[in-house]
Each structure stands twice: as structure tokens, then as C-alpha cells.
């Protein structure tokens, strides 16, 4: 009796396993795991147990917003771990927000849960009259063994998730940071359609993946049952465009575009968070800034352009007499041009911002303000009007930074346009290209995820960013005031990391290095386009809910 009661604790227990298996399997994808193999069937354990429990549930749809909650919780609370060295409060809600995503896709799955059709009126079944025509009402036909059903089945729900992922890289000012599509980061010949799709078209790419090898397996089963097997043309066609896609990438790697050489040297500080913005410590940071700096232009040939990274003053440049009077006396010793992050300020409020200062030029340096504010990290969303928000991130963010007006592309001494995205920026695919639209021909990114002590935050935003570089083929400079301080080409390749002595990021030094900027102002589909794949995936979503829970509804209501 206690082993009848065990197994069936744990029938009812696995669905509930399954989607946490979903949430870990889509954890261990990303960074610092880096098991890119798991995204493929990260999905599958949460769509078992949409499809294939909960048969006599009264409320199996509210069921499967719950399993996909409960997927959604795992993965956002164990991805986005290292938010708990920021706010620990913040971690929980992030997840508690986020995981919402999940269920949607869940409920959406459930929604185009295959059901079975009589065999009666199927004759590609089986051959001959049906099997049970005079013993009684026809055996139900597996809804499984169709390979253009499946085809469609994978396509709705790749559009749906992807659309879902969409929509939380803009709602609520968006975070869209690692999406399924981003594990693929390190597989260079896949990522290359991401100059037409953007990253949404490798989430595609794998969300469809996962339903066809579910599907798969499910149809084995009922071949196995029925005695007969059918062409999978569902798995075959999956196969093939995966090939494809490859081949694709593989061209598009063989090839040379033209480009000019650009030597730049990018200054990591390693400054603790404690003492960032401490004037206390100022004429320390002044002197770390000033020495790695003369590593750099020690180097031979001495470089075109430095890069400090995000914040590198402890005082707002342009408006603090000391910090202002030190950055031009640095610039204006060198040949080099100097692009640095720094706070600003004016009547309106305060901004984070970049600034370029050209070398041995006593002209006014040039200025962006940061479009993309972090929620929780340079502002509280709600704060007067929910006061109880503010006390989540508590003197973390004591104050909200104003966003600027629009971006801005710098111009270097020698001709060059680079856009400088600051923090989290270069994770942000339309933001990324309206700087790209506007002639940038590098990306510049200065950014401080020191918040995050040595978690796996920084090397995720690494991983989100390398796709910056395909979809507007560009490449990509990183100064991190503490990991990752690194060199990306046109094609996601990462050519150059800053490491310590013992391999580490988290170090303090200079990468210095030349980086071949295209000689051309061509611009990708991606860079026109923006997220055109993602908004046409919502729209096949969108229309499909329009019709299906009609005809839900009507089905429904039909008397039983």
C-alpha cells in the first residue's frame, strides 16, 4: 500500500519536475555553464508536461500556467543569481515578474495542445475498412504521425515565444537579456542570420528544435502502437534548415570585407565598487587612470584611440574643476583620442554619459547621455508614486538619473564614427542600430559590472552583446572597469579578452590591439529593419489566438 501511494505521489509530482527541469536546462545554456547543447531540449520536459499529464485536471489551463510558472521561476531566479550581490529583493522580483513570460508560452502550448481525430475518417492510417467498424465507435487516430501538423505546430509556438521574448525586451522599459537564442553565442556558424532576424531568429530557431524533437519522440510511440511507419518529412526539414543555416554562416564567414586598421587600447581599472564615486579616494583612481594610460601609449605603434570605461571619474568631468583639469591634461599629452564614461549633469537632472575628447585638441569634448536607463539600477520605476519600490535597491540608487535625448555618434581625429553605448546598452539590438543608421562604423562600449562582484553577470553581458556586432556588422570594443574588457569582429568572433595572470577578467590592465573597421557604410537588413522577424512572429501569434479561442469558446459551449 505505501509503495501504491509513493508511485502515485509521484506521477502527480513529475509534472511540476519537468517544468523545474525546463527552468535548470535553460540555466546551465548560458553563462557561466555555457552548456549550449542544453537549449535544444530545454522546452521539452515543460511541453511533457503541458501535453502529456493532467488529462482529467478540471482547470488544465490555469495548470499549465502554473507549470510554466514555476519553469519560468527557476530558470530567472537561478540565470539572474548574481543580482543578490545589488538587491536581494530586487532578485525576487525580476523573477516574480519575468517568469509571467513563461506561463503565457505555457498557457500558449496548452492551447495548441494536439488532440486525437477518429481513424474512421483518415484512411492514410490504415489500410482497408477500419479496424473496429462493427465492434463499436472507431479507436481516436494519433494526432502525432502528421508531418505537415507537426511543421505548423513548431512554427506557431517558435513565433510565440520569440514574440514573448520580444515583448520583454521593450515592456516596462525592457531587459531582454539571454533569450534561448543567446546560448548560441559561441557557435559562430549559426549566430550569422542574425544580421537578417536579430537574435529573435535563433530563438526561433531553437524553440523550434524543441518542439519537433518532442514531437519525434511522441510519434515513435504512436508508430510503435499502430504498426506502421511514415515518412517524418517534420524532422528531415528541420534537419535540412539547420544545415542550411550552418551553410550559411560558413559563407558568410569565408569572407574578407574590406576594412581599415584602427589600434586601440582599452583600460580596465578594476576600481571596487565602495570607492567609485568616493572623493576620498580621487587622487588614487587619478593615478591608476594616469599609469595605465602610459602602459598604453607605451605600446608600439601607439594607439588611435583610448577607451576608459563607465563612470571612470569620481566626479561628474565636465562640471568638477579637479576632474575636468585631469582628463584634459591626460588627453591633451597624447596624440590619441580619449573616449571615457563619466557622470554629467545640467539643469534637468543628472545622466550617465560618454564623452570623447580628442588628443593634443583644446576643443569641447564631445557628449552622449545614456538613452537606456537600467530599471533599479539608475532609476526606480514607481518611486513617488509607490514609495515602498525605492526601498528594494535601498541607497544602491539614491537618486534617478535623467535619460538622454537621442544618441549620438562620435567622430574621431581621424574621420572614424563610433557609437558609444554605455552599461547595459550593447545588449539592446534597436537601440544599437539607430547609432549604426547614423553612420557609426564601431561599436564603443564603456561599462561597469563591478556591481556584480565576479559573478557570471558580466560574462552574460558579453554573451548578449557579441550579437550587436552581426546584426549591423560592426565591430565591437569593450572597456569594463572590471570584466569583461575584450575585442568582438563584424562576425561575433571574440579576438581579444584581458586576462590576469591566473586567467581571470577580474583584473586590473590594458588590452591593446588592432581592430579592422569595415571601409564601407553598407548596412545590414538587420540595421533598416530593426526587429522586423520578432513583430512578424507576435503578428502569426496574435492572429492565430484570434482564431483558435473562438473557436475554442465554441467548442465549449457545444452540449456534450
Known amino acids: 500500500m505505501t509503495e501504491k501511494r509513493a508511485g502515485a505521489g509521484v506521477l502527480k509530482l513529475w509534472p511540476w519536475l519537468a517544468a523545474v527541469l525546463t527552468g535548470a536546462l535553460a540555466t546551465i545554456s548560458l553563462a557561466p555553464f555555457d552548456q549550449s547543447w542544453a537549449c535544444w531540449i530545454a522546452l521539452t520536459p515543460l511541453l511533457a508536461a503541458i501535453w502529456f499529464s493532467g488529462e482529467r485536471v478540471r482547470r488544465r489551463m490555469l495548470r499549465d500556467l502554473l507549470l510554466g510558472y514555476v519553469a519560468g521561476l527557476t530558470f530567472f531566479w537561478s540565470a539572474f543569481f548574481w543580482l543578490r550581490t545589488v538587491t536581494v529583493p530586487g532578485l525576487i522580483l525580476v523573477g ?92 559562430l556558424p549559426i549566430i550569422q542570420i542574425a544580421e537578417y532576424t536579430g537574435v529573435a531568429g535563433l530563438t526561433f530557431v531553437v524553440v523550434f528544435v524543441n518542439v519537433i524533437a518532442i514531437v519525434t519522440v511522441r510519434r515513435f510511440i504512436a508508430e510503435t502502437k499502430i504498426r506502421q511507419r511514415r515518412p517524418h518529412f517534420d524532422f528531415t526539414l528541420t534537419m535540412v534548415g539547420l544545415v542550411g543555416i550552418c551553410a550559411f554562416g560558413i559563407r558568410v564567414l569565408s569572407e574578407r570585407p574590406a576594412t581599415k586598421p584602427l589600434r586601440v587600447a582599452a583600460v580596465q581599472s578594476n576600481v571596487p565598487r565602495e570607492e567609485k564615486f568616493s572623493l576620498q579616494h580621487q587622487g588614487k583612481i587619478f593615478y591608476q587612470f594616469a599609469r595605465l594610460t602610459r602602459l598604453a601609449l607605451a605600446t608600439k605603434p601607439p594607439p588611435d584611440l583610448i577607451i576608459w570605461p563607465e563612470s571612470s571619474m569620481p566626479a561628474p568631468v565636465l562640471e568638477d574643476e579637479s576632474n575636468f583639469r585631469f582628463v584634459m591634461n591626460v588627453a591633451g599629452s597624447m596624440n590619441a583620442d580619449l573616449l571615457l564614461g563619466s557622470l554629467d549633469q545640467d539643469e534637468q537632472g543628472d545622466y550617465n554619459a560618454a564623452l570623447l575628447v580628442p588628443g593634443r585638441v583644446a576643443s569641447k569634448p564631445q557628449v552622449y547621455r545614456k538613452l537606456h536607463l537600467v530599471p533599479f539600477g539608475e532609476y526606480v520605476p514607481g518611486r513617488n508614486t509607490v514609495p515602498f519600490i525605492a526601498r528594494i535597491v535601498g541607497d544602491q540608487v539614491p537618486a534617478d538619473f535623467t535619460r538622454g535625448k537621442a544618441p549620438v555618434v562620435f567622430r574621431l581625429t581621424n574621420g572614424m564614427l563610433v557609437a558609444p553605448l554605455i552599461c547595459f546598452e550593447d545588449t539592446l539590438g534597436e537601440l544599437t542600430r539607430q547609432f549604426v543608421l547614423r553612420g557609426a562604423d564601431l561599436l564603443a562600449n564603456v561599462t561597469n559590472d563591478g556591481w556584480f562582484l565576479e559573478t557570471a553577470a558580466s560574462q552574460q553581458h558579453l554573451d548578449n552583446a557579441v550579437f550587436r556586432c552581426v546584426e549591423n556588422r560592426r565591430p565591437l570594443v569593450r572597456a569594463a572597469n572590471t570584466g569583461v574588457t575584450c575585442f568582438v569582429n563584424e562576425s561575433g568572433r571574440i579576438t581579444q579578452v584581458l586576462l590576469g595572470s591566473g586567467g581571470s577578467t577580474f583584473t586590473e590592465g590594458v588590452l591593446t590591439g588592432v581592430v579592422q573597421v569595415p571601409t564601407t557604410s553598407q548596412t545590414t537588413f538587420y540595421t533598416r529593419h530593426g526587429d522586423l522577424f520578432a513583430e512578424l512572429c507576435a503578428g502569426v501569434a496574435v492572429i492565430f489566438l484570434l482564431i483558435r479561442i473562438p473557436m475554442l469558446v465554441r467548442r465549449t459551449a457545444e452540449p456534450k
Open 96 to 187: 516574480l515578474y519575468m517568469a509571467v513570460y513563461f506561463a503565457v508560452w505555457a498557457w500558449f502550448a496548452g492551447l495548441v495542445r494536439p488532440r486525437a481525430r477518429e481513424a474512421v475518417l483518415d484512411n492514410s492510417v490504415h489500410a482497408g475498412p477500419p479496424p473496429q467498424a462493427e465492434a463499436g465507435p472507431p479507436e481516436p487516430r494519433s494526432p502525432w504521425v502528421n508531418s505537415l501538423r507537426n511543421l505548423g505546430l513548431a512554427f506557431v509556438l517558435a513565433c510565440a515565444w520569440t514574440a514573448l521574448e520580444w515583448v520583454r525586451g521593450w515592456l516596462f522599459s525592457g531587459w531582454g537579456w539571454n533569450g534561448l537564442g543567446v546560448a548560441l553565442h559561441g557557435i
